[in-house]
């Protein structure tokens, strides 16, 4: 993701800049393919300050073929969103999880010059196209995230307006629904669904529960009710509640030809870009 002026790069869960003031990012050191899921989730897992992987549809890596050996360098996955809305408000038309996705994951490392998103993003869509891709949608998180861990606090994440996006010439749809995250202290969200799978003694809750006891928390014991473990959990890990504004909301029409991109209807107000704040004195 960017700023202005910025562009971000993960690198072991933790963020870097790369500026213009770097290396010109340089084409044909790259190459973009079509990849599996497993490998893909292994990289944004390694990388990616999110503790989580969506459902996929798609997944395509940038390769660095300029390597002794071809080197994965950068992973966009097109995911299935939780809820058919989240794609069909602004593609109404389109059939959600075909014609529409979510560009839910776009990692790079550090070792990808600025500007290399947008090179990699134009042929990821190209490629999405091919395979009846009409719509993606995006979604910018605007709030910082930090990290707590042996008594220090530090951002791993700063709020983002979406300028990547910008520069890739999306439409800017508003803001999502604003709502209260749970954030963990290593800066993950426990969304409700997590939760609710604890709380409810539903397939994959073990998954939840090893996650906050890898965060500190006991494990439950045999007869302890999981919804009120879940609770002290939280408590005994330091877990906080955080009002969201709701993320940024962008869409892009994809096609082979001019004519398939504006065939595609976008059904929500689209508007202006959000700029970053200037400081005053």
């Not at 990289?43 to 999110?50: P, Q």
């Not at 059939?95 to 529409?100: A, G, K, L, R």
Request: glycine content about 8%; aromatic content about 8%; overall charge positive.
């Amino acid at each position: 993701m960017s700023t202005a002026g910025y562009t971000q790069r993960w690198r072991n869960g933790t963020h870097r800049w790369r500026t213009a003031a770097g290396p010109a990012f340089k084409p044909d050191r790259y190459d973009v393919s079509e990849m599996d899921s497993k490998t893909a989730e292994e990289f944004c897992l390694r990388h990616h300050y999110s503790a989580a992987w969506p459902a996929t549809k798609y997944r395509f890596g940038l390769f660095d073929v300029h390597a002794y050996e071809p080197q994965l360098v950068g992973v966009a996955a097109l995911g299935i969103p939780m809820s058919n809305q989240v794609l069909t408000n602004p593609f109404p038309t389109l059939v959600p999880n075909e014609e529409s996705l979510e560009l839910s994951r776009l990692v790079l490392l550090d070792s990808v010059a600025m500007n290399g998103e947008s090179w990699f993003c134009a042929r990821v869509f190209a490629r999405a196209a091919e395979h009846g891709v009409r719509g993606l949608v995006s979604f910018a998180d605007p709030v910082p995230r930090w990290r707590t861990a042996e008594g220090r606090t530090e951002m791993i994440k700063p709020g983002h307006l979406g300028i990547v996006y910008q520069a890739l010439n999306f439409d800017y749809l508003g803001r999502s629904t604003s709502r209260t995250l749970t954030v963990l202290p290593d800066a993950t969200v426990l969304t409700a669904r997590s939760q609710a799978k604890v709380t409810g003694g539903e397939r994959g809750r073990n998954g939840v529960v090893a996650r906050l006891v890898a965060l500190g928390a006991a494990p439950p014991r045999p007869d302890e009710v999981l919804a009120q473990w879940l609770a002290t959990a939280l408590r005994a890990i330091g877990a906080r509640r955080q009002r969201h504004p709701g993320n940024h909301r962008y869409a892009i029409r994809l096609g082979r030809t001019r004519g398939e991109r504006t065939r595609t209807t976008i059904g929500m107000a689209t508007g202006p870009y959000p700029k970053p704040r200037l400081a005053t004195a």
